[in-house]
């Protein structure tokens, strides 16, 4: 059996806060079974108008909330996954995800390709957009496992592209801002993602009052395994290889399509 959690809170602008968030619900997690911890978009620093302050907290891959990240991994024996501001220029910063292993190693990184201008807000100000470029997946316990962010679940051929790579996993952190209808699209676009490519979905949201919450596990057949509502928490789901094949041979969508993606 194979369990991940979705751990859902709302950082803010104190990075030691936000670390020790991290570190009590991974640890949460992992006592619940947990082997791959997923932690939501903008972990390591959030504030609601990324500004100067974003730029400054903005550390590289080899800066102290990595390795933070790398030793809660390994004192817990998981994969661990948040989203941090990762250093670009003096005027931008990446919106990257990584993904870092039991050994405390970095195993995968992702950075946001679609921007949030959207909606009344304007990330591309201040954030760089990642490169298009082969993505990057990483193995967990019979799982080919991509990751993509938030905005991006908008765009269906970025978790195409992913599951052209092998992915039959893809994780989602996020900052899904509220609004009107905003909930509706999260649901319905993070349980498409799954349905369409006949995987596993683990998205993992803000807490309110910025985000919408309701982060959650979505199987390949569009079922809703866990969720964890409009409150900071924790949900564990099991998930199974043998599940996305069953799926696979009663729904062979991925291999009927006659379409492909390329980037324009």
Same mark, same amino acid.
């Given at each position: ?9 709302? *950082? ?49 891959? @080899? ?19 948040? %989203?941090?501001?990762?250093?670009? @220029? ?13 050994? %405390? ?6 950075? =946001? ?17 990642? @490169?298009?470029? *082969? ?46 209808? =905003? ?21 993992? @949201? ?56 390329? *980037?324009?």
């Amino acid at each position: 059996m194979s369990f991940v959690a979705v751990c859902q809170f709302a *950082p803010g602008t104190d990075a030691v806060a936000n670390l020790a968030v991290i570190h009590s619900f991974a640890s949460s997690a992992a006592s619940r079974g947990a082997t791959l911890v997923v932690f939501p978009e903008y972990s390591s620093f959030f504030e609601i108008e990324a500004g100067a302050a974003s730029i400054a907290a903005s550390e590289p891959l @080899d800066g102290p909330f990595v390795d933070a990240l790398c030793s809660i991994a390994v004192s817990l024996g998981i994969h661990l996954v948040a %989203g941090m501001l990762e250093t670009v @220029d003096a005027s931008h910063f990446s919106n990257t995800i990584v993904a870092v292993s039991p050994a %405390g190693v970095v195993e995968a990184t992702y950075r =946001k390709l679609h921007l949030y201008d959207a909606f009344g807000q304007q990330e591309s100000d201040i954030v760089r957009a990642g @490169d298009i470029a *082969p993505p990057e997946t990483f193995a967990w316990e019979g799982f080919t496992v991509g990751m993509q962010t938030c905005y991006d679940i908008r765009f269906p051929e970025v978790s195409r592209r992913l599951v052209d790579a092998g992915a039959d996993l893809v994780l989602v952190p996020a900052e899904w801002v509220r609004g009107p209808l =905003k909930e509706h699209h999260w649901r319905t676009l993070v349980t498409a993602r799954a349905l369409e490519n006949t995987i596993y979905v683990a998205a993992a @949201d803000h807490a309110p009052p910025i985000g919408v919450g309701n982060s959650m596990v979505v199987d390949p057949m569009g079922v809703e395994l866990v969720t964890i509502g409009e409150e900071a928490g924790i949900a564990v789901a099991e998930v199974s290889s043998e599940r996305v094949a069953a799926v696979r041979q009663i729904n062979p969508a991925l291999a009927l399509r006659r379409f492909g993606t390329h *980037p324009l």
